[in-house]
């Protein structure tokens, strides 16, 4: 290993232990305070938003989920859960019902300051509930997602009488080479599962105009850890050393870059962070946020 690659290895190591430091001690103040952060979190329905009563349903979402996919051929996987056949949308039909897509919307046009002359693209789109929920306030926005059976809902559900006609289109999000270039992007609830980051980021910034900006919704890495440390009978372990959450049953990986990782990988995609939230309602990103959002600017 050359001496550059190493100084970036022992800086992410310091600080994944100084974040299973910190939320061991934080642990006892979240339980105290639990109402001062919202016990939400959201599905990845490729892009859709939903609420949760707490991170434990969340978790065991994950699990049901990935023992799922595990159970099928490995060239069928996460493209069996979210097909036709998949019970991705049989299992959250209630919560995709109570989502408020209205307050959703509304987020994204502040976040993004989004404008109706631009052109907006939602990745990982699922059935286009966004898309269209954008679409009908006079927004010009296509989607983008994986999944044949969810495209084909989300063209089913298009309303042709609006102005713009959202166009949907199939793709891997790591290959996304979209013909048409957006001024603005989204990725709700990133799910990071078997992602080779840096060459999703590649992908996504080339897909956005010079100037574009792009939001990027996950986890929050300290939240995930203090619920572990709460919750010790799982079978899920966190890796400090590589920051990556472990299904032990099941051998999957999902990994939890911390702000510093995303910001190298998105300068390399010649993208710049301009903002860091740790909510919906844009409060500053804490060790006791939800979520992780980043507000990005596409440079170069």
Not at 53 to 81: A, H, L
Not at 149 to 157: D, E, G, T
Not at 275 to 282: I, L, N, T
Request: one cysteine or more; aromatic letters at 12%; glycine letters at 6%.
């Amino acid at each position: 290993m050359t001496p550059s690659k190493q100084k970036p290895d022992l800086v992410y190591k310091f600080m994944a232990l100084i974040a299973v430091v910190a939320c061991i001690a934080l642990a006892p103040k979240c339980q105290k305070q639990g109402s001062t952060h919202p016990r939400q979190t959201r599905i990845n329905s490729g892009g859709d938003l939903v609420p949760y009563d707490s991170f434990d349903r969340y978790v065991r979402f994950v699990y049901n989920r990935r023992k799922e996919i595990s159970m099928q051929p490995k060239s069928k996987g996460t493209k069996y859960y979210y097909g036709k056949r998949g019970t991705y949308l049989r299992e959250h039909a209630q919560f995709l019902h109570e989502a408020n897509l209205e307050k959703d919307a509304s987020f994204l046009v502040k976040a993004l300051g989004l404008k109706k002359r631009q052109f907006t693209l939602d990745i990982a789109c699922g059935q286009g509930r966004h898309v269209h929920a954008l679409a009908r306030r006079g927004y010009s926005v296509d989607g983008v997602d994986f999944s044949d059976h969810l495209l084909a809902l989300a063209k089913k559900s298009t309303d042709k009488t609006l102005k713009h006609r959202s166009m949907f289109y199939r793709s891997d999000v790591s290959k996304l080479a979209l013909k048409k270039r957006y001024n603005r992007a989204y990725w709700f609830f990133s799910d990071l599962a078997n992602i080779n980051i840096p060459k999703t980021l590649m992908a996504i910034s080339r897909n956005l105009e010079v100037g574009g900006r792009f939001l990027l919704d996950t986890d929050n890495v300290f939240r995930l850890i203090r619920y572990l440390h709460k919750n010790k009978k799982t079978d899920f372990v966190f890796n400090a050393q590589r920051l990556e959450l472990v299904d032990v049953r099941h051998g999957l990986v999902i990994p939890y870059p911390v702000v510093p990782m995303w910001r190298e990988w998105l300068n390399q995609a010649g993208l710049r962070i301009e903002r860091v939230m740790g909510d919906y309602q844009f409060h500053p990103y804490t060790a006791l946020s939800p979520r992780l959002i980043l507000i990005i600017k596409k440079t170069a």
